[in-house]
């Protein structure tokens, strides 16, 4: 098996490096020109670079039918797919997920597993709240197999000023709970599909934190490959 981890031992996400080095090294300058007026608020906008790119450790709990939430943020809708939707024709349990600005925004998988398939999709860039934007924003659609032949879907989708999708893990990886797989710049929406036998253990409007929060529990296995 070829496991792909990404241990990232910064407070903050790579993708976020650019942007901070950028914003220390122009308040630096304007504050050594005493061009106060432009310091300051350049200052308060490097804090909150660094907020937004935090990357804090997460402990799970140890259970192989635990599926946890694979971003931060409010449960905006669970929804109960009998004839499947435009993305997915199987039945399903689709839970969508919005990330504001002020939530961390590094994506962690779900629950143990293979990466199945990855299918990116380049789109448009409505609010990521609104219903329209699962289907017509960029977004990146994530398979996983887990071990006991249960396919959960995850899918990454940009908002009206996300405009970067990064996803760390290939086709054919195998990845554990809790690491992390991606993230989406500034604001965005994350879906997951899970398997019509999960218990649901989130409602409509909760608060969730990635590889934290348990969104459900996977029904009992099947035959094992």
């Given at each position: 098996m070829r496991y792909r981890k990404i241990?990232?031992?910064l407070p903050v996400a790579w993708e976020g490096i650019p942007f901070i080095l950028i914003g220390i090294v122009l308040t630096s300058i304007f504050f050594i020109l005493n061009w106060q007026f432009?310091?300051?608020?350049?200052a308060v906008l490097t804090l909150f670079t660094i907020y937004f790119f935090r990357d804090p450790e997460r402990i799970h709990v140890n259970d192989e039918r635990a599926v946890f939430t694979p971003a931060d943020g409010t449960v905006l809708s669970i929804e109960n797919l009998h004839n499947g939707?435009?993305?997915?024709?199987?039945k399903a349990i689709k839970i969508s997920i919005f990330m504001s600005i002020f939530n961390a925004h590094i994506n962690r998988v779900p629950i143990k597993g293979k990466i199945a398939r990855l299918s990116y999709h380049p789109g448009k860039f409505f609010s990521a709240n609104r219903d329209k934007a699962s289907i017509y924003n960029e977004h990146n659609i994530v398979t996983l197999e887990t071990d006991n032949n249960k396919k959960i879907i995850f899918v990454q989708i940009a908002g009206l000023i996300a405009r970067r999708i990064a996803c760390w893990v290939k086709k054919g990886d195998y990845v554990e709970t809790g690491q992390r797989f991606g993230l989406i710049r500034f604001g965005?929406?994350?879906?997951?599909?899970l398997p019509t036998d999960c218990e649901i253990k989130v409602k409509k409007g909760e608060k969730v934190k990635a590889g934290k929060t348990i969104i459900g529990y996977?029904?009992?296995t099947e035959n094992k490959k």
């Open positions: 241990n990232n031992k432009l310091a300051i608020p350049l939707d435009l993305r997915l024709k199987d965005s929406r994350l879906e997951v599909y996977l029904g009992e």
